[in-house]
């Protein structure tokens, strides 16, 4: 007999509160640790433009990327059960970084990352360019230096005491000359604002010699008479340099390069055109066969003995895509590179599709 009245089971009478209280702790609270597993396929057309135009040709070039996010208890669990995540912790991804701070490191590698890319296209496209000096671009900072607080990792310093500079080398050759304990005021750069500090400098410990107490390097950018522009939003890090080198590159010359094929890789990419080694690969691997690549460039970097000796067992890059690309059971090729002119000379040898 119904009578209209229906039994209701109250949830708390499965699941007592505690436990829903702990499910929600595992499945949705962050932990302070992070996953890296795989990214994105990013289709380079959408992120260079070459004099003012977009690329049309048939196939594309790809960058890959690693994918990260704040991991929760269940996330962690799931990672240690999976061939291509990895639980870090945020030292180990950030090292003493704010999150701020690694995000302007990011993209720091990122423009020079550019940069570079840029300069290789030009140069063997046999195309007139300058570098503008732009500033002493701030890596890290000392613990007893009087700037600490004030100046900021990924910051850009433009001046001293009135002073500008066309290189981080005359930067601190002036500095050096100023006496320890000397009061001077900084003109820096932080998210495009120009700000200034002033501080005591202290003696390093490298030399004696007077210094701020930053680890810096040469902020610069680009000029040619075809103007050349890569976007690559935010995505940050400098293991895109050997794609956007080609992508520049065909762009530069219409040669036609691909041949309608679909190519990813990885890879930085200096002012001699060397290819270096990137962390992530097999994750890199893992997103670019899923995206149906036919062709996937891996650095084939040399392992030397300090590297072996630190960690035994150390594979190059190519040896790791390779291994990754046997795993999953992908028909991509993997294609060992050691510079810009081994891409090259592959894609020379392709056929057309």
């Known amino acids: 007999m119904n009578n209209n009245h229906e039994e209701k089971v109250s949830i708390k009478s499965i699941f007592p509160f505690g436990v829903i209280i702990l499910l929600i702790i595992i499945l949705i609270f962050p932990i302070p640790y992070y996953i890296e597993g795989p990214g994105t396929t990013e289709n380079l057309k959408e992120f260079v433009t070459?004099?003012?135009?977009?690329?049309?040709?048939?196939?594309a070039f790809y960058l890959t990327t690693v994918?990260?996010?704040?991991?929760?208890?269940?996330?962690?669990?799931k990672a240690k059960f999976s061939n291509f995540e990895e639980l870090v912790s945020k030292k180990d991804l950030m090292g003493s970084s704010t999150n701020s701070e690694y995000e302007r490191i990011q993209q720091y590698y990122m423009d020079s990352s550019k940069n570079a890319a840029i300069e290789q296209a030009l140069k063997l496209a046999k195309i007139p360019y300058e570098m503008t000096f732009k500033g002493v671009y701030v890596l890290a900072i000392e613990d007893n230096s009087n700037f600490k607080g004030k100046i900021s990792v990924g910051d850009t310093v433009?001046?001293?005491?009135?002073?500008?500079f066309k290189s981080s080398q005359e930067f601190v050759d002036y500095v050096k000359k100023q006496k320890v304990?000397?009061?001077v005021t900084v003109t820096y750069l932080q998210d495009n604002k120009s700000n200034e500090a002033t501080g005591k400098l202290i003696e390093l410990p490298t030399d004696k010699k007077a210094g701020i107490g930053i680890g810096l390097t040469d902020h610069t950018e680009i000029h040619s008479s075809i103007p050349v522009e890569i976007d690559a939003g935010d995505i940050g890090g400098p293991s895109a340099g050997l794609m956007f080198t080609?992508?520049?590159?065909e762009q530069l010359t219409q040669k036609g390069i691909r041949k309608g094929h679909k190519i990813a890789g990885t890879g930085t990419i200096n002012s001699d055109g060397i290819v270096g080694r990137i962390g992530g690969i097999d994750k890199?691997?893992?997103t670019a066969s899923k995206n149906n690549t036919e062709i996937f460039f891996a650095p084939d970097d040399e392992i030397t003995k300090e590297m072996k000796k630190a960690e035994p067992g150390i594979k190059t890059n190519y040896e790791e895509a390779k291994a990754a690309a046997e795993k999953v059971g992908t028909k991509m090729k993997i294609i060992p590179v050691k510079n810009v002119q081994d891409a090259l000379n592959y894609l020379?040898?392709?056929k057309e599709k």
Do not use: C, F, H
Request: hydrophobic fraction near 30%; aromatic fraction near 2%; proline fraction near 2%.
């Open 158 to 164: 433009t001046g001293i005491d009135g002073k500008t």
């Open 284 to 286: 890199k691997v893992v």
């Open 50 to 59: 070459v004099n003012n135009k977009k690329d049309s040709e048939p196939g």
């Open 67 to 77: 994918g990260v996010r704040k991991a929760t208890l269940a996330t962690a669990l």
């Open 181 to 183: 304990g000397q009061e």
């Open 246 to 249: 080609l992508q520049t590159y």
């Open 348 to 350: 020379e040898k392709l």
